[in-house]
DNA sequence: CTCTGTGGTGAGAGCGCTTTCACGACCCCG
DNA sequence: CGGGGTCGTGAAAGCGCTCTCACCACAGAG
């Protein structure tokens, strides 16, 4: 069954025409008359051809590829949804568009140089990077080497913003933690603490400014912020520090759904009531938070989407999206919603 | 900085020698005399030289890549870090061995063409596929364009087991089910129910046979068993149905950890107190096991090293892993152990 | 009837690499 | 000192494809 498979020689061999005219049916059919193409297009199914991808990015420069890289050597990808998502959601636009999906999962240091070196080396037509943080040096490699990059998240390294060819997708971070904080006050609530995610990424900062904003703060009360990692354990410790340091809070903020977790947990184990004594609200919504005991108040935002949209811009960068996004690919920023639920 | 890379023409050049010994160094530098090496490889570094991978596997009919083929058009992708695990155990062994991940996500039907014609067409070296359910059709398409393939969980399909080639790597669902019902039974329960998961799948079959073995049956129960679909919705309606049949059972073991969630849930809203009342033993050892009220117990599986293994049994099976696998690949199954908590 | 288009087709170069093969240098043994 | 190795090196032949360019046939204009 799978002996050599067939070139476009044989298959010219095959219709009776040229290696051109079967290349020229096999990528459109453009300027071919119809009979040939025909018989051209029968001879292929017949022999089952499949044009070789290595011969062919060899002589178009392009691999049809994509590299989506992940730097997350923490624990959270495991525990953390998020990535499947996105995955899902740049999967399927990338599929649309026939180009593949090269994953590539950073672990520690010396991974970097690998990565550099393979995003270099011309083997994806673009990237799409995830996750960074502050210092990391993957986007200038991808810069130095000229390869079209779109971001998930906004880029917080310096005169990241100043740079107009940058390319990212992000959720209303800041305008999704106002309305949070706001629905707390609205409940009543007063002494509103928050949990940090790490803030030397753009999403946990923002969420940090738009609990401001709702307060109509600059600054943060001291004794009201904790700072955590995103990770449930994180969360249950800060929720420690705070009731230590302030024990008369009624309500906290948390930075994603993990640390609202972990900040129940702290509340159960005190014997405070949720919602009666205290109020939490998480961000991300996560399937875990509509399960949390209370059902837990989140900001929902649509991740799958955000995936997709990456997909979007980096194929319209790439000249490979279809007609649909007109203009020039702009970074985009979607909305993010209160989801109320029993904890707040 | 990104001008046309340099081909190994433009470091013969640079060195003084011919392609040939370039290649020859490039490609380990077998039969080169230490000096040339020496002053290659100085070219090579200074030029900034990475090999055009499409020319190489043009010639060498070799991609250096792998395709991991996760058909899951479920939610269940979403809420179970399983993949995201597996995923990082595979690209860590695959990053060793310089091997790309092509990670392939299949949704509908459809895409069971797309898939199987790109695995056809020798795009990549060999597969990793998951979560096959009895009737899906791609392994006999893996098999039929002769592609390299492992499985992830036992197959299912007829005829499966007689093949001696088949590769995969599975947990032993069956003793990890045993031993979690003995501890059910050591604890003094004597009516223990199951939730199953789905049984088209091996690993959901293999976990009822656990349990009916270390309750000494050969036919579960009908009013102490109930269909899930391993997630919590499923997980929560089975236990429904089972205290509506049988409200004097007194241990429930659970397809996995999320129909645990679920049926802690059901339990809870019936005012059933866990372990008290009903002990309720889960599968998989996720992360929110062991946040679950109350922490539940369950049974772990090294998912991260199966996903090495799948990777390490592909390589090998391409001749490409180091030399430590001796021996043909086979089949390899990893233990499960039982993690007692407190919800038992 | 010749000249200029126009549209369809094929010949052939060449993408950057690996790998065979031939060749020269060198060594050892007789 | 000559024959038969071994070892290291370079020349060159492709791998399967795309794409430029030349070519041919035919149409319409002059």
């Not at 040939?36 to 022999?47: F, I, K, N, W």
């Amino acid at each position: 069954m799978h002996g050599p498979r067939p070139t476009l020689e044989a298959v010219a061999a095959h219709a009776g025409v040229s290696r051109a005219t079967v290349s020229r049916v096999v990528n459109g059919g453009a300027g071919v008359r119809k009979s040939l193409r025909d018989r051209v297009q029968a001879s292929v199914a017949e022999l089952g051809y499949v044009p070789n991808s290595a011969a062919r990015s060899l002589v178009t420069r392009r691999t049809g590829a994509v590299a989506v890289v992940i730097a997350e050597p923490e624990t959270r990808v495991f525990s953390d949804p998020f990535f499947a998502q996105q995955l899902r959601g740049i999967s399927r636009e990338l599929a649309a568009c026939d180009t593949q999906l090269l994953l590539m999962l950073l672990e520690g240091r010396t991974d970097y140089d690998r990565i550099g070196r393979y995003l270099a080396g011309g083997h994806v037509d673009g990237a799409l990077m995830f996750s960074l943080h502050r210092d990391d040096p993957l986007p200038s490699m991808a810069n130095a080497s000229g390869l079209p990059t779109v971001f998930g998240g906004r880029p917080g390294w310096p005169g990241a913003e100043d740079d107009p060819d940058l390319l990212y997708v992000d959720t209303d971070n800041r305008g999704g933690a106002r309305q949070a904080v706001e629905h707390l006050r609205r409940r009543g609530r007063r002494r509103i603490a928050v949990i940090t995610g790490p803030l030397d990424q753009t999403s946990a900062l923002d969420r940090l400014d738009g609990y401001l904003d709702a307060l109509g703060l600059t600054e943060p009360d001291p004794a009201l912020i904790a700072h955590g990692d995103f990770t449930a354990e994180g969360g249950e410790r800060a929720m420690a520090e705070l009731l230590d340091r302030s024990p008369g809070l009624d309500a906290v903020f948390a930075g994603n759904d993990l640390t609202a977790t972990g900040a129940l947990r702290t509340l159960r184990a005190r014997g405070l009531r949720v919602p009666q004594d205290v109020a939490v609200v998480g961000y991300d919504d996560l399937e875990q938070a509509a399960w949390a005991e209370p059902a837990l108040t989140t900001v929902r935002q649509d991740i799958q989407g955000m995936g997709r949209m990456m997909a979007e811009l980096l194929l319209r960068r790439l000249g490979l999206a279809d007609a649909s996004g007109v203009g020039r690919p702009a970074p985009v920023v979607t909305p993010a919603r209160l989801v109320v639920r029993a904890s707040s």
